[in-house]
């Protein structure tokens, strides 16, 4: 399968899309610069909002406005673009966050990472819909992709550095149970590291390939289903977004790449799979 390209290249490091009607369609980040890219899918111009000096994931608030998931914490952003930050987690200025999601009941995950990408130096963390703080799973290196199936009793989570896709059930009332963690897929390091992902309707998982050059489709078994290839090799995460829900959208990034290598590298591209995702979940904090 075949993807086509919606943005130009305005990211250096672009990561992380959601689709959410309240703000007209598609955002993503440029996460390394800190800032909030809206997209026109019709013109592929973007709009920029620079929320700090990590702008590492974010999810609608059901209030209106944002959680965003900046460099050691997390902050909300209101309608108007207004940024208040609810505190830093850690002061080590090594270690920032990288990707996380809500879940449900609307609560909000984000796991972080080492910039060295230290083995175990990274979290994952849950802003429960007090604003209470508390830490998940500990000692991860490069915390990614997370999402849920669609019946809501399963979570899909992906450190990329073990190169495996694990499973963990969830409970609404408690959130992600920890200890039920296992793996699911096991990906050769030869076919790229597996970063973010999303769930469709059919409860198929969909993951960008950090080197790979591609999207993997997987069944909720853990089987190979399908690929959408793409013209850049560092593919970090996907979306469903449209007025159907139909359309995935995807983010690359230019890290590490020289000057006018895969110059491509940093578009958002979409690929029509012939299904539907599942609506973005908000946090009600």
């Not at 200025?93 to 990288?98: A, F």
């Not at 983010?251 to 578009?267: C, F, N, V």
């Amino acid at each position: 399968m075949d993807a086509e390209q919606v943005t130009p290249p305005h990211a250096q490091h672009g990561e992380g899309p959601v689709w959410h009607e309240s703000w007209g369609g598609l955002r993503f980040v440029d996460m390394l610069v800190g800032d909030i890219l809206t997209v026109d899918v019709s013109s592929g111009d973007v709009e920029r909002l620079h929320v700090g000096e990590v702008a590492a994931a974010f999810r609608p608030r059901a209030a209106g406005g944002m959680i965003v998931a900046i460099e050691r914490g997390f902050a909300t952003v209101d309608a108007d673009g207004n940024v208040e930050s609810l505190g830093e987690l850690w002061s080590d200025p090594g270690v920032r966050m990288n990707e996380g999601g809500c879940d449900p009941h609307g609560r909000f995950y984000c796991g972080s990472m080492a910039y060295k990408g230290s083995p175990g130096a990274g979290s994952v963390y849950c802003l429960d819909t007090d604003r209470n703080v508390s830490t998940i799973l500990p000692e991860v290196t490069v915390s990614n992709g997370l999402a849920w199936s669609p019946d809501h009793k399963l979570a899909y989570y992906i450190d990329t550095a073990t190169h495996r896709i694990d499973v963990l059930d969830y409970d609404a009332s408690a959130g992600l149970v920890a200890e039920s963690r296992r793996p699911l897929v096991e990906i050769p390091r030869e076919d790229g590291g597996p970063d973010g992902m999303t769930v469709d309707a059919e409860g198929y998982l969909w993951v960008a390939m950090w080197g790979g050059s591609a999207v993997r489709r997987y069944s909720p078994a853990g089987t190979l289903d399908g690929v959408v290839e793409l013209p850049a090799s560092k593919v970090t995460a996907c979306t469903f977004g449209g007025p159907n829900l139909d359309e995935l959208y995807i983010t690359t990034s230019r890290q590490g790449l020289a000057d006018g290598e895969q110059p491509l590298a940093g578009a958002v591209f979409r690929a029509r799979p012939g299904v539907r995702g599942l609506p973005a979940l908000s946090f009600a904090g």
